[in-house]
């Protein structure tokens, strides 16, 4: 296993992976939260649309994952909290993304190349084997970026995730924190594709933090827990990858998969054997100049 930690492409997919698992467990916590799970869906396909159009035109896929995702985000922040009573209009986004990605990958696997294929197949499944060190450092600046503005909006960020009605009647900026909100949630997608894949970002991006929900609710217990799983999923999923099991090298999408689903189900059967005791309650201070503490359910 030493030696094949010398490989440069092993090196990079533990550090792509490792920045993608952390970004991923922080902003899945607020998305658990806020109910903004087929949101999430939709942003992942619409940067399914984004990287194979890049393809096409000889640009990075993760640059155009970024930029269709982005422009999305922006219309999906401006119906500010509409957006949790809009499945339907998300649905027919999310339909229309799919078929214009299924389109573009068309288009580009008709030059018959092997590369070709391959390539929308890491987009589907994810790639993270074929991982430059480009991929890297863009990875890991766009993880610092997420990591620094959740840092700054945390308290309000959560304090409209709880209860966005009294937030917004106690002065904080909710449509902002939406709008921001879902813009960093495309960023974090376009980057976790490069780890699992479209089809697959839910279990990286969700399980995490939905476990860390089921076993406590205190907002920093519960993001260091999400973290640590989703670190625990990542890594354990390509160990798996690389060092093969049951005599197959199997996809590292299918382990990271397997894996938080196991963890997740753990939790539920441990939650409802009372095997754990979860708190339900956390005293917040909502950030608009008032110092009198608001109590709201995490749930």
């Not at 993270?128 to 863009?138: G, H």
């Not at 990542?234 to 998969?257: D, E, K, N, Q, R």
């Not at 939650?271 to 708190?279: A, E, I, M, S, T």
Request: charged share 10%; net charge neutral; aromatic share 10%.
């Amino acid at each position: 296993m030493l030696e094949l930690l010398k490989q440069e492409f092993v090196q990079n997919a533990f550090l792509a992976g490792t920045i993608v698992a952390i970004i991923a467990a922080c902003m899945g916590y607020f998305v658990v939260l806020r109910s903004q799970t087929f949101a999430s869906e939709a942003l992942s396909d619409i940067g399914f649309a984004g990287a194979t159009g890049a393809l096409i035109f000889g640009f990075s896929s993760l640059i155009g994952m970024l930029i269709f995702s982005l422009i999305s985000a922006l219309g999906m922040g401006a119906l500010g909290e509409r957006i949790r009573g809009r499945d339907v209009e998300i649905g027919m986004v999310l339909s229309f993304a799919l078929g214009l990605g299924a389109l573009f990958l068309t288009v580009y696997t008709q030059t018959g190349s092997a590369s070709a294929n391959s390539s929308g197949l890491g987009i589907l499944f994810g790639s993270i084997l074929s991982v430059q060190r480009s991929d890297v450092m863009t990875t890991f600046i766009c993880g610092i970026i997420i990591l620094l503005l959740l840092t700054i909006l945390y308290r309000p960020l959560l304090f409209s995730s709880i209860d966005p009605m009294v937030a917004q009647t106690r002065g904080v900026p909710v449509r902002f924190l939406s709008m921001a909100f879902l813009l960093m949630l495309s960023v974090t997608i376009s980057i976790s594709i490069l780890v699992v894949g479209v089809l697959l970002i839910i279990a990286l991006l969700i399980a995490p933090a939905a476990t860390a929900l089921r076993l406590t609710h205190r907002p920093g217990t519960s993001l260091t827990l999400a973290i640590t799983l989703s670190l625990f999923i990542t890594w354990g999923g390509l160990l798996l990858a690389f060092t093969g099991s049951f005599g197959h090298y199997l996809p590292v999408g299918f382990y990271i998969a397997t894996l938080a689903a196991l963890l997740y189900f753990s939790a539920v059967l441990v939650n409802r054997l009372g095997l754990v005791h979860v708190v339900r309650c956390e005293p917040i201070v909502p950030c608009c100049g008032d110092k009198e503490e608001h109590t709201a359910p995490l749930y």
